[in-house]
């Protein structure tokens, strides 16, 4: 995972302006994260749902306003890969995913962290952490 001002994931590439950041805001900004997830061999060809939450410093899900009221930031999809023809039996199949979120107003002077889970499974590495600078006086 790599926190970026923008990605895209064409032909199962990572294509990445601005990233690598670790500290941002405090204003709303543009953002995205780009993915790469390594499909075990016997994980292939079956459908697999994915999410990623941002979690507060209490490991609480972040609440944002919204039109609906206070909703918790987070994204998710679901994804099939195949076995490309010819490809050793146990190589792990790459899967790129690019995910834009534009202008997120993120809480100030606050470290932050995306965590992904795979079919309910998650793991430390599969976090990206970031720290909001505080709001101005």
């Given at each position: 995972?790599?926190?970026?001002d923008?990605?895209?994931?064409?032909?199962?590439k990572?294509?990445?302006?601005?990233?690598?950041?670790?500290v941002?805001?405090?204003?709303?900004?543009?953002?995205?994260?780009?993915?790469?997830?390594?499909v075990?061999?016997?994980?292939?060809n079956r459908?697999?749902?994915w999410?990623?939450?941002?979690?507060?410093a209490?490991?609480?899900?972040v609440m944002?306003?919204?039109a609906?009221?206070a909703?918790?930031?987070?994204?998710?999809g679901d994804?099939?890969?195949?076995?490309?023809?010819?490809?050793?039996?146990?190589?792990?199949?790459d899967?790129?995913?690019?995910?834009?979120?534009?202008a997120?107003?993120?809480?100030a002077?606050q470290?932050?962290?995306?965590?992904?889970w795979?079919?309910d499974?998650?793991?430390?590495?599969w976090?990206?952490?970031?720290?909001t600078?505080?709001?101005?006086?």
């Amino acid at each position: 995972m790599l926190l970026a001002d923008a990605a895209q994931a064409i032909d199962n590439k990572l294509y990445v302006l601005g990233g690598g950041w670790s500290v941002t805001g405090p204003g709303p900004t543009n953002f995205a994260i780009a993915l790469k997830i390594e499909v075990p061999w016997d994980q292939t060809n079956r459908r697999h749902e994915w999410r990623m939450e941002l979690i507060d410093a209490d490991g609480r899900q972040v609440m944002l306003a919204g039109a609906g009221g206070a909703q918790p930031l987070m994204v998710g999809g679901d994804f099939e890969v195949g076995r490309p023809a010819g490809t050793p039996d146990g190589t792990p199949i790459d899967l790129a995913l690019a995910v834009n979120l534009g202008a997120v107003p993120f809480p100030a002077g606050q470290r932050l962290v995306w965590k992904l889970w795979v079919d309910d499974v998650t793991s430390t590495d599969w976090e990206v952490a970031f720290t909001t600078r505080p709001a101005s006086a």
